[in-house]
């Protein structure tokens, strides 16, 4: 379980395709990936992955088929620049929101627009994930929990502040661009209760 408040930026070393899976490694010193312990949780870019291979600068991890189709993952490069948290841990504040770090899908940013120090950014995602979010409600793109300020269709739209444009990837999207999208972990469990899941 994460928060989806970035702890560092990491930059991708290496990216080897092994048949339908892939390994990547990421440096990322200002984290000290050495304290954890082989097979923790670290989400990458909003994805939970088990980190291996840790050293001082950095760690490893496999990516899975799943992980491949569903993410942005699969398109890192070498130099490519990602958002890190390590597990929310017992004791832990809680500065976002409840976060899986399971990606439901990618989202693709429309427009942003300055508006005094912030940037405005409008978000366009897939029809059977629009009807998840709600104006005033969370989500997690990238790893980076954000509070929706409004949603027209299957478009949202989100203030980033300039600490958070400054300390995570967020701040060098570009229109076109994709991001891994975590929905509400509440939204998913409500739609079930109340016996709309359709799946």
Do not use: W
């Amino acid at each position: 379980m994460f928060t989806g408040i970035v702890k560092a930026v990491g930059v991708v070393a290496t990216m080897d395709q092994k048949g339908q899976q892939a390994r990547v490694r990421i440096t990322c010193p200002e984290l000290s990936p050495d304290r954890f312990s082989e097979g923790d949780s670290i989400a990458v870019a909003g994805c939970c992955l088990t980190a291996l291979d840790l050293d001082a600068d950095g760690f490893s991890a496999d990516l899975s088929p799943e992980t491949l189709a569903r993410t942005s993952l699969g398109k890192l490069g070498v130099g490519s620049r990602v958002n890190l948290e390590s597990a929310l841990a017992v004791g832990d504040s809680l500065g976002g929101h409840l976060v899986t770090g399971h990606v439901d899908g990618l989202a693709e940013l429309i427009s942003r627009e300055p508006v005094d120090d912030n940037t405005v950014m409008t978000f366009s995602v897939p029809d059977e994930l629009s009807r998840y979010i709600a104006a005033k409600g969370s989500v997690t793109l990238d790893g980076v929990s954000l509070t929706v300020n409004s949603v027209s269709g299957h478009r949202f739209t989100v203030n980033l502040v300039p600490h958070t444009l400054k300390v995570t990837t967020l701040g060098t999207l570009a229109v076109g661009d994709q991001v891994n999208l975590e929905i509400d972990l509440i939204a998913r469990y409500l739609e079930r209760m109340l016996g709309h899941d359709k799946h």
